[in-house]
């Protein structure tokens, strides 16, 4: 499989979309190269089969060569009408179409890798490690909103921001940080007085009970990095504060998320290349998106089955069933801190329940990328979602979240699962983990960096509580206001209103401006049915931790 020595770089034409300011890369032309010559590092053309039916030829990156597994001995024989199998295909090769999310790569045969197309040669190792992202600046050094006092411009509604939370800024407190303690409101203290809510001991662990990732699993294959939203606008004080800010339309923000994203982030080799392609988690399939660190007799196995109580997972299906006749858990562990209609939330303490939340963890790898998932639970606690029928409460999704954050963030990790989404489930996460801060008396954030569906989802909860909250107020309010009564920090406050061109200069001030588009775009979302919180239905106190019970565990 050694590539035929290139007579690099070959003549013939150049390699397009090669990262600016590094040479390009050496290209060999159509009929210069063969087969034996696609090895991990190469780019070349993919055919693509398209939803509609059709294909697309897309340039993808090899990542990975394997011979073509056996068949699985529980995979049911080829139809008697297939055609031959191709011999091309007896070699699979991982991709990653160029420009694309990660979430697309996949393993192709043979057959599909287009030789009449220019293909690229990898790039010299030293190289590819050149281009590193530059670090991102912390938010703070931020232009001070400043209350106007100005007529409002005709044909549209003009919210000022405080003068109360300007000198808060003024003063230095870093918008994406926490507000000044001193403005939560007593009541909200009172809530959050220390009271211990320690979780009943229940009978899930499952230790004893089938597979256990105990030992064998390094959660530490995960990279970091991925798309920052702070990195989407800089807060830093423009030097024409009348320069409108980076704006990106939906359209476009989705678009670039769409070709960047944590798709573009290094990887140790092996994080590269997805190793499950499905798990079945009850009654539903799922493809796997990213690599998740199951031990290695896991891997390339044609359906991963999860039980969807315990987490715990099997190789067979037959091998599920009679667990699930063992297994009497119906619900998460941890206690129920919330239920409203058929939605619960259950609380569960990452360090009294390790198996489930390791568990946990490897199947929400399999859906994040762009954050180092911990081996060593016991530091977060798990707050799941599930939704009741007749049988039992199902896994929706769920956040972690920091026994004791540094940095302020009342999030670590978000998912509903891929069945469940695009279904509102996720905008209800947010909405929780907001109201756990409300009670907490705190603001809170979500661990950077997001991914680029997490930017979305969160953008799209801060929009709509800001937008609901400006329409609200029949008076000016102040910045600092916004932030109290949602919870939602001074810093994503200021990106969600940059990002979606609300803040305007207006007479040596900046200002929060309404647009119509925003209004337009509110009035469709409010017109969607969808679940919400309902404060009243959550029973919860803030858990207090000893020094001890805080200590990392392993
Ligand atoms: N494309 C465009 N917009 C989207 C998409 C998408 N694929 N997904 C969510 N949105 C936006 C939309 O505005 C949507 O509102 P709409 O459906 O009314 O248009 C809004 O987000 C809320 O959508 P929900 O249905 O409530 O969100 P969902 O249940 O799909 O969950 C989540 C969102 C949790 C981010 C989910 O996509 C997920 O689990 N992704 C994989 C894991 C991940 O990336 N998590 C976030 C990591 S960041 C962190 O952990 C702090
Ligand atoms: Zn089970």
Redesign the pocket.
């Known amino acids: 499989m050694a590539p035929s020595t290139p007579s690099t770089p070959q003549g013939g034409g150049r390699a397009s979309g090669s990262d600016s300011g590094s040479p390009a890369p050496a290209a060999a032309a159509p009929g210069s190269y063969h087969i034996e010559d696609v090895i991990p590092g190469v780019k070349i053309f993919v055919t693509k089969p398209l939803p509609n039916g059709q294909a697309e030829q897309r340039k993808a990156e090899v990542l990975s060569t394997r011979p073509k597994p056996k068949p699985s001995a529980f995979a049911p024989p080829p139809p008697p009408d297939a055609p031959p199998p191709d011999p091309r295909d007896d070699t699979e090769y991982y991709v990653h179409y160029v420009e694309f999310n990660k979430r697309l790569d996949e393993w192709v045969g043979g057959s599909r890798l287009i030789l009449d197309k220019e293909m690229e040669w990898p790039k010299p190792k030293d190289e590819g490690k050149k281009k590193e992202r530059p670090g991102k600046a912390t938010p703070g050094g931020v232009t001070p909103l400043r209350a106007t006092g100005s007529p409002r411009p005709t044909g549209s509604l003009l919210k000022k921001a405080a003068t109360k939370a300007a000198s808060a800024v003024g003063k230095g407190t870093p918008l994406g940080k926490d507000a000044p303690s001193g403005k939560i409101p007593q009541k909200r203290r009172a809530k959050a007085e220390p009271g211990v809510d320690e979780e009943e001991e229940e009978d899930a662990d499952g230790e004893e009970d089938g597979l256990d990732a105990d030992g064998d699993v390094s959660m530490s294959a995960a990279s970091d990095g991925g798309l920052d939203a702070d990195g989407e606008v800089d807060l830093t004080a423009p030097s024409n504060p009348q320069a409108a800010p980076p704006v990106f339309s939906k359209k476009q923000e989705?678009e670039k998320l769409r070709t960047s994203g944590s798709m573009t982030q290094s990887h140790s080799e092996i994080s590269r290349v997805k190793n499950l392609n499905k798990l079945q988690i009850g009654k539903h399939e799922v493809e796997t998106w990213y690599f998740s660190p199951y031990p290695i007799e896991y891997a390339h196995l044609p359906t991963l089955y999860i039980c969807e109580f315990c987490l715990l997972y099997y190789p067979t299906f037959t091998q599920l069933k009679r667990h699930r006749t063992k297994c009497t858990l119906l619900h998460p562990p941890g206690n129920e801190i919330y239920r409203h209609d058929n939605i619960s939330f259950f609380e569960i303490d990452g360090r009294r329940q390790r198996t489930w939340c390791r568990n946990l963890c490897l199947i929400s790898k399999c859906?994040?990328d762009?954050?180092t998932l911990y081996y060593d639970v016991d530091p977060f606690m798990y707050y799941c979602m599930t939704i009741k029928d007749d049988y039992g409460c199902h896994l929706i999704?769920y956040f972690s979240k920091e026994k004791e954050s540094a940095e302020g963030y009342n999030?670590?990790?978000?998912?509903?699962l891929p069945q469940?989404?695009?279904?509102?489930?996720?905008?209800?996460?947010i909405e929780f983990s907001y109201e756990l801060s409300k009670v907490e008396g705190k603001l809170g954030s979500?661990?950077k960096p997001?991914?680029?569906?997490?930017l979305?989802?969160y953008r799209?909860?801060w929009q709509e509580k800001i937008v609901d909250l400006l329409l609200e107020s029949d008076d000016e309010i102040s910045l600092d206001e916004i932030a109290q009564r949602t919870s939602i920090t001074h810093g994503d406050i200021m990106h969600t209103c940059q990002a979606l061109q609300m803040i305007k200069y207006y007479k040596g001030g900046h200002i929060i401006h309404l647009t119509d588009a925003v209004l337009e775009q509110h009035q469709k979302?409010m017109s969607?049915v969808r679940r919400s919180i309902s404060p009243a239905a959550l029973k919860w106190k803030p858990p207090v931790f000893s020094r001890a019970q805080l200590a990392f565990g392993f």
Not at 411 to 416: D, G, P, Q, R
Not at 420 to 429: C, E, I, M, T, V
């Open positions: 989705i859906f994040l762009h954050k999704g999030v670590a990790c978000i998912l509903t469940h989404q695009r279904k509102g489930y996720g905008r209800l996460l979500p661990e997001l991914s680029d569906l997490g979305l989802g799209a909860y979302t969607k």
